[in-house]
């Protein structure tokens, strides 16, 4: 095995042009093609690069470590040709680049479901209330816990001000982001907060379902970037955007699915997405890349490479990737995220006037909401396990899994008709090896500030996706998209 | 190459016992070795291992991605068969198995120069201190800035306070940890400092020379655990005991370059290392490990693998490991450190009444010291050049930083001697594809309490060493060797 890889690697470097580079050369069994361009990862980003240099009329191939595309999205079957989303889903106001996107493979979206009240549980409070109406249009998602009402409405304005001076794309140039990047959210909460420690509770388990973290965890300063990007160019981003169903982040979902905009890229791409092909090293000299992975070798002008950054690192770089680029990656680990759907034969607390949402303290669900089909039938609780919760539920049986979880929606709830789904299933994103997290990259203190302007320079041939790389919505679908758009217009600079 | 990859582990999962496993089934031209136990990595702590192992009548195989062996000990000749250290090399009181271990191989040690005054630049403050006399008695190597002086003391104080609590084995169980890990060192300094901008300048290169990191990029609570660690069983670790030269962890220097101690281990393991044979798949089962190097593929019972966490996210292991330990991994980034040493004909700064040390804001070398050989010839001054200041520096022109280093020497001494070296070389850690960064793995929030439980427990036939993994020293040559012996000894335990 190594014998061969050396001969193959000697030869590139002498190789005369990217054509010739390769030929003849590629180890034993392993296909050998040739392409303008060659994309690593077909999740949303790597994919939209290679659907954009595809439209500019250019050859590419796209290598997909896993037996499908999609990445971090992910439909779950649930029986009679529904499904449900295992990943990443909603998507919401100034997304337009998925949304255009979907609408460009013809892939239409629908309101999640959001009629009703939401249950909030922290310690002996317990509220029924909704996103409508006086309070709901000032508070929007966020409970109105009266012993936090003043300090997250205070918080929230303070938050929304700070990030508005900061550039998501160039977070590192921001008022006071040495300072800023050097402490947590929590410090920071614990400086602005009446009731820091209430806030910090009600922060947990919206920080472990936004980044699968807690909130002492991440930098101040990524947090700022964080809400920054939940915009667009048009529009400054807010947390009140992130957190919100209606008017926010989560206020829509994909016909059929998320994963089917992926499938229905990847599907005219055809034989240019290759599956089951995990790349394991990229070789760039003068005159081209070569990209080695499990039975097939490319061999390109320009490489993208649009997986998430904690995985850059285990691909062996020929010549060595910057030392800087390289502690980067090693600062980008991802998030821990769990998501749990629980299937009922009819969305039954429709009827009792509940969204289905709730945020409560304590786990192992921070935050629920319906995930029924469009249709709503069959009835799907949907619930999101991250950070700490994760850590702890992930390590348990799928039985004490699954019984927790549905004790936990029937508590909550008070309605025992939770405890006895037709079926039931998780998605733990940390153990997928071509993920190792999800939904993204979690930005402790003093990563942007040192490291981030190496986040999508590229290095001589190699460019750089994912929705990690993204300046709005990194983290999302649509920052995957943009991601893709952004390194595709690079690499045609270039070529 | 990829179908003998996965022919050969097919072949493994089918393998009726340890010696069966890979026979006849090893890839193409690669080396087919059986041993009890193979062990990765032959810095000190690899090789601690597999000497403590083959002391113990057991098999051992040791594999080398480098072409030497000493991992992050170098030994660079500076001519006359005289060496400089280019990597780690002070020892000191409390650091007894790096000691033992040196005594064992017969290798000395000698007081690095300590005699005369130390340089303090910090902004218009310049001073000539020394660790003797009475303000040396109480503070030691820490500079008497009156503007610092009673922050420094009642920091001290407050922090070796803290540490005596933390067990450096679980600094997780300690009172506070949680809240203690959720804030950065910097956030707990500006909470405790009367001058608190002016005790962060001085912390800079400190923790640029300790950690090749930033105030803010630590979790407070790791902080802690690497002070707590700066003792053994019978001594609690202070934070002098890190600072210190006097009585602390640079007190001594290793006769013939600390290198030499990895060399006469490996010298006396003879054919049991195997060196450019950089490791790419650990694959386990109930009857033993596979192991494939590039060239060497090792069937044994226990696998140790002995290199900083952050380069194990790279192998690719059959199971997957725990998501945790994993997750752990992404989260154990290793420090931005170079070390820039400039050679002359004789240490004549000593003669001046100096010894050579200086510790000054701004860089490019936070941390000076005389670094020449035992009987001071030729004279050699080196340098931190450490966290930001690595990342200016480093991605500079070899020329550019020769001279930036060299000027700032000759200012902060106020001698143009240290213009004109005989010679002058740097060593940039970051730069290594096999270490990826030093002297070891920063910890930033959120990490200890959340993963640390995952930092040394087993994984199967896995073991764990690398001074990462130490209780106490982690992070030092004295760490790497008793994470190496405690690797053994859970071996022996089990084979």
């Known amino acids: 095995m190594t014998t061969s890889r050396r001969a193959f690697l000697a030869g590139t470097a002498g190789g005369a042009g990217v054509l010739a580079i390769g030929v003849g050369a590629q180890p034993a069994g392993a296909a050998a093609l040739t392409a303008d361009v060659v994309v690593v990862g077909a999740g949303l980003a790597g994919l939209t690069t290679a659907r954009r240099l595809v439209a500019a009329g250019k050859s590419v191939i796209v290598l997909e470590a896993r037996d499908r595309v999609g990445g971090r999205t992910l439909n779950h079957a649930i029986g009679g040709g529904k499904i449900a989303e295992a990943g990443g889903e909603f998507v919401g106001p100034t997304q337009d680049r998925i949304l255009a996107l979907a609408s460009e493979v013809g892939v239409g979206t629908f309101d999640a479901y959001d009629t009703g009240k939401n249950v909030y549980v922290r310690g002996s409070t317990r509220l029924l209330y909704s996103d409508t109406g006086l309070l709901g249009s000032v508070l929007g998602t966020a409970p109105p816990d009266p012993a936090l009402l003043l300090d997250i409405a205070t918080l929230t304005l303070q938050i929304d001000a700070a990030a508005k001076k900061v550039d998501p794309a160039k977070p590192w140039l ?287 041939r190699l460019h750089w996706a994912g929705t990690e790389t993204a300046d709005f919505w990194s983290g999302y679908m649509d920052g995957a998209v943009r991601s893709g758009e952004r390194a595709a217009a690079e690499v045609l600079a270039v070529l």
Chains 1, 2 share one sequence.
């Open 174 to 460: 921001a008022p006071n982001a040495v300072v800023n990047d050097a402490m947590t959210l929590e410090t920071w909460v614990r400086q602005h907060s009446v009731n820091a420690s209430g806030i910090l509770q009600l922060l947990a388990p919206f920080l472990e379902a936004l980044l699968g973290a807690e909130p002492g965890d991440v930098s101040y300063l990524a947090t700022l970037a964080y809400v920054a990007g939940a915009g667009n160019a048009q529009t400054p981003g807010t947390l009140e955007r992130l957190f919100n169903v209606r008017g926010g982040a989560q206020q829509s979902r994909i016909v059929g699915g998320s994963q089917i905009i992926a499938q229905k890229v990847a599907q005219a791409l055809g034989a240019r997405v290759v599956l089951n092909a995990p790349v394991r090293r990229i070789t760039q000299n003068a005159t081209g890349v070569v990209v080695e992975a499990d039975g097939t070798t490319v061999t390109a002008a320009q490489v993208v490479v649009a997986i998430p950054p904690a995985l850059t690192s285990r691909i062996d770089f020929d010549p060595l990737l910057p030392a800087q680029r390289d502690l980067l990656s090693q600062r980008m680990p991802m998030g821990a995220l769990m998501k749990v759907e629980a299937i009922y034969p009819t969305p039954f607390w429709r009827s009792a006037g509940l969204t289905g949402q709730f945020l409560t303290v304590g786990g192992p669900v921070g935050y629920a909401f319906d995930n029924s089909p469009p249709d709503g039938s069959p009835g799907v609780l949907a619930g999101f396990v991250g950070g700490t919760q994760n850590l702890t539920w992930g390590s348990k049986t799928p039985a004490d899994r699954r019984a927790g979880v549905l004790a936990q929606f029937a508590r909550i709830f008070k309605d025992n008709r939770f405890l006895s789904p037709t079926d039931y299933f998780d998605m733990d994103w940390t153990q997928e090896e071509w993920t190792r997290g999800a939904p993204t990259a979690v930005l402790g203190p003093g990563v942007l500030t040192k490291f981030g302007t190496w986040i999508r320079q590229p290095v001589g």
